[in-house]
Structures are given as C-alpha cells and as structure tokens.
C-alpha cells in the first residue's frame, strides 16, 4: 500500500504541471473523464489512471485546461467488490486534490462507491462516485462533491 501512495502521489506532483475542462454541471462520466464539483464549482478532467491491480484501486483526474492545474487522485485498498469505502484517516485510503501545486488531503472524511467494475484488456477498470473534504498544510479545506470516475 505504501508503494501504491507514493507512485500515486508522484503521479500527483508530475501531473501538476498538467491540468480537462470545466461544465457547468457535473454530469455522468464518460469512459476517460472524471468529474466532481470543488467548494461547489463544476470540474471534468480526463482520467489519467483509472484501474484496479492487486486489490488497490487508483484514480487520477488531470485538468490540463484549468488556470490552477488541478489534479484530483484516489487510492482505495482491499477493493474486491462494488461497495462503499471510506476516506480518512488510520483507514490507508486516500484522496489527494492539487491546485498549483498545493496539494490538499482527504484525511478528515470521505467515501468512495464502486458501483461497477469491469475488465478490459485483462485489467480492472472501477466506475463510481466520491466526496470528501480536503485539506492542505495549512489548514485550508477544499470540499469535493457530486465526484464520478
């Protein structure tokens, strides 16, 4: 799991430089898209890593259009199954949201829902909904709603 989070989070700190576009409304994700509204702002990116291997989900939304070069990442362990995980802390699942370069983490509350998983080309590929509240070092909180991957 420890390796999962750092390769996450170097996905993270990489894709930074990067960042989908922004919608009015945060509507059902197509196959590649990640959406979510944050502080109550409609957010879509493209998925950058949407798969399941050895029980550990990673998802990774990049904005490369977006003025703040925002990222959004979840890393859930022990995914077998559809079913409703949470995110906070001593649980070993994360959810990390950057916005130039500041990264904000979901340790204070969150859940993640794999409604579905499918395989393709041999690999795990998870569809669901998110939220949670993220913070940075400073204290600052981001509020992530309506998430779908």
């Not at 977006?66 to 699942?93: D, M």
Request: proline share 2%.
């Amino acid at each position: 799991m420890k390796s999962s989070l750092f390769i996450f989070a170097s996905l993270i700190l990489i894709s930074s430089a990067c960042g989908g576009t922004s919608e009015t409304d945060v509507v059902p994700s197509p196959n590649g898209t990640i959406t979510m509204k944050v502080n109550g702002v409609s957010w879509s990116g493209a998925a950058s890593a949407r798969f399941i291997e050895n029980e550990n989900m990673v998802i990774n939304g990049i904005n490369a259009t977006a003025a703040n070069q925002e990222t959004i990442g979840l890393v859930i362990g022990k995914v077998t199954q559809v079913g409703t995980y949470k995110v906070k802390s001593r649980t070993g699942n994360a959810m990390l949201y950057s916005q130039k370069a500041v990264i904000h983490s979901g340790w204070e509350d969150g859940e993640v829902t794999v409604t579905s998983i499918t395989t393709t080309g041999g690999k795990q590929v998870p569809s669901g909904t998110f939220f949670g509240t993220c913070i940075n070092n400073s204290g600052g909180k981001v509020s992530i709603t309506e998430g779908k991957f």
